[in-house]
């Protein structure tokens, strides 16, 4: 399962298709269709239209009436930007917005999966360098959260 508009999203796809035997599912989430010649046009991929901001009934509600099942790795490459009055423009709502969809995308599948999640990779669009505070290597879940920066809201999950 992931989502696939964005680059990430169409090179992480690419590369699950590129091994089928591993892949043999792929579920994947836009908001749009599959744009002809893209890797989520590809026949083996199962597209659900759903906006990731709707909330988690209308999410859950679009992936149950495509017979969503058996999901068990999780590639979240969603990313809403903020940039109507310029690129820096309206962060805070920006991080909260992010903050749920993928909140909201991880509750939809906790249930759907019931504790056969193996894995869920988060990419958030910017690299961690200590930007926002000492990072300690490695991460660990008992680690203090990060209650500040663009993807506090985000990485707390």
Same mark, same amino acid.
């Given at each position: +399962?992931?989502?696939?508009?964005?680059?990430?999203?169409?090179?992480?796809?690419?590369?699950?298709?590129?091994?089928?035997?591993?892949?043999?599912?792929?579920?994947?989430?836009?908001?749009?269709?599959?744009?002809? =010649?893209?890797?989520?046009?590809?026949?083996?991929?199962?597209?659900?239209?759903?906006?990731?901001?709707?909330?988690?009934?209308?999410?859950?509600?679009? +992936?149950?009436?495509?017979?969503?099942?058996?999901?068990?790795?999780?590639?979240?490459?969603? %990313?809403?930007?903020?940039?109507?009055?310029?690129?820096?423009?309206?962060?805070?709502? +920006?991080?909260?917005?992010?903050?749920? +969809?993928?909140?909201?995308?991880?509750?939809?599948?906790?249930?759907?999966?019931?504790?056969?999640?193996?894995?869920?990779?988060?990419?958030? =669009?910017?690299? %961690?360098?200590?930007?926002?505070?000492?990072?300690?290597?490695?991460?660990?879940?008992?680690?203090?959260?990060?209650?500040?920066?663009?993807?506090?809201?985000?990485?707390?999950?």
């Amino acid at each position: +399962m992931l989502t696939e508009t964005s680059q990430a999203g169409q090179h992480t796809l690419r590369v699950r298709l590129s091994h089928p035997e591993v892949w043999t599912t792929i579920y994947a989430l836009s908001r749009k269709p599959a744009s002809a =010649g893209t890797s989520a046009a590809d026949p083996k991929v199962k597209h659900i239209s759903t906006d990731l901001l709707a909330g988690v009934n209308s999410i859950r509600s679009a +992936m149950a009436s495509d017979g969503v099942k058996d999901v068990d790795h999780n590639f979240f490459t969603a %990313h809403k930007e903020n940039s109507d009055e310029g690129l820096w423009s309206g962060q805070k709502e +920006m991080w909260d917005e992010n903050g749920k +969809m993928f909140e909201d995308f991880l509750i939809v599948f906790e249930r759907l999966q019931k504790g056969r999640r193996k894995r869920v990779v988060l990419q958030t =669009g910017s690299k %961690h360098y200590g930007h926002f505070g000492e990072v300690l290597a490695p991460c660990r879940e008992e680690d203090p959260r990060l209650d500040d920066g663009p993807y506090a809201e985000t990485l707390s999950f």
